[in-house]
Nanobody, 122 residues
């Protein structure tokens, strides 16, 4: 059974920092691209940051220079370090894992975590 378990969310003041973690189980972590998405009330879910199985990284323009994504394949965990947080960063943050297996093994696979709330407010 595949599980993605996020942790590290909470309430923080503007300008503060949080570190989110997503621990994966039930998958061969190293072959999956990992990403962090977020969804604010009344808005669509959006990609915040992603890291491929090969280590290539991309960020949403709104978080460049403030957020850092990293992965530890030995721990089956992906992290999102969030600095200089702003009220507009308030959202539920979701961990995503995706890969494309050979067709005989099922093709595209994608999994989501349950989400963790991040609230930036004074």
């Amino acid at each position: 059974q595949v599980q993605l378990v996020e942790s590290g969310g909470g309430l923080v003041q503007p300008g503060g920092s949080l570190r989110l973690s997503c621990a994966a189980s039930g998958i061969i972590f190293s072959i999956y691209a990992m990403g962090w998405y977020r969804q604010a009330p009344g808005k669509q879910r959006e990609l915040v940051a992603g890291v491929t199985s090969g280590g290539s990284i991309n960020y949403a323009d709104s978080v460049k220079g403030r957020f850092t994504i990293s992965r530890d394949n030995a721990k089956n965990t992906v992290y999102l370090q969030m600095n200089s947080l702003k009220p507009e960063d308030t959202a539920v943050y979701y961990c995503n894992a995706n890969t494309v297996l050979p067709t005989i093994l099922g093709g595209r696979k994608e999994y989501w975590g349950q989400g963790t709330q991040v609230t930036v407010s004074s």
